[in-house]
């Protein structure tokens, strides 16, 4: 499977131009001959657009990601649709509150069906107000594409293996980790997401931003991981696409060469 990490440039509030430059990287990807297409955390509002999230709010069938599985139907590739700010009392009614707010991450199929639907459990709470703004999400995200399981987890949840070992337990080969990371936590970012590979023995693809915010800077380096934890693709600091070809059978190579997992003890 091709698989293609959409690290984009990110206009805080600015909703419609990074609605188009998302769709403009999914063809993008899908001429290039991505199977699956991934965009970063709240690429639509940009993360740090705090004061603005309730107004940007939207439901799991409104503007952005009817866009964004239209987008995914038409050009016959999946798209695990980065992370939006879910209106939850707007929308169908299985997230973890009636109302309030969530960092929510959908994945979608060739077809634009919804295959699994993931809400951000750990959130940020140094100098962020996820805390006062955002629900967490109390379930998993887990959809069948392509041969793969793939696992969803957003940004800071890299920070706690336990999530990740919770995903392998799930038959996970292919963890996505839509992100919104900034400068200077360079090292946590590789360090943590090359990690959680090598502990699950399984592949994690990390899609970053490129963007600069009066908050902060995103500092992109979008990277794919084998099971080993060997960087196969990745990229700098600026807006760009990553291509990488991964094999779900190649997970199950790397466990019967070192079957760490069988030797776990509760």
């Known amino acids: 499977m091709k698989l293609a990490l959409a690290q984009l440039d990110i206009g805080e ?16 990807a899908a001429d290039r001959g991505a199977d699956l297409v991934g ?13 603005r999230y309730r107004e940007l709010a939207e439901p799991l069938d409104g503007p952005t990601l009817s866009m964004i599985r239209e987008t995914a139907s038409s050009r016959d590739v999946g798209v695990m649709a980065g992370s939006i700010v879910e209106d939850l009392a707007a929308s169908d009614g299985d997230g973890p509150a009636d109302d309030g707010l969530a960092n929510t991450t959908v994945l979608f199929d060739r077809d634009g069906n919804r295959l699994a639907t993931y809400r951000k459990r750990h959130l ?6 996820d805390f006062d703004l955002l629900v967490p999400g109390e379930t998993f995200g887990v959809g069948e594409f392509e041969g793969f399981t793939i696992g969803l987890s957003t940004c800071y949840d890299l920070r706690f293996p ?21 400068y200077p ?6 360090t943590l997401s090359r990690a959680r590979a090598v502990e699950n023995l399984f592949y994690v693809a990390t899609i970053n931003g490129a ?10 380096r979008s990277t794919v991981y084998d099971p080993w934890g060997t960087e196969i693709a990745s990229s700098g600091d600026q807006p760009t696409l990553v291509l990488a070809d991964i094999d779900p059978n190649r997970v199950n190579e790397v466990r019967d060469a070192f079957p760490a997992l069988v030797d776990r003890r509760d």
């Open 39 to 51: 965009l970063p955390e709240l690429w639509n509002v940009g993360f740090f657009a705090f004061d």
């Open 185 to 190: 936590r360079v090292e946590h970012w590789k």
């Open 13 to 28: 509030g600015a909703v419609e131009t990074n609605r188009r430059r998302a769709v403009e990287a999914i063809e993008t």
């Open 211 to 220: 963007a600069e915010f009066d908050a902060a800077t995103l500092l992109g």
């Open 124 to 129: 940020f709470g140094y100098e962020s107000e």
């Open 162 to 182: 336990e999530l990740y070992r919770e995903l392998a337990d799930r038959d996970v080969t292919l963890a996505l980790v839509p992100s919104a990371w900034p």
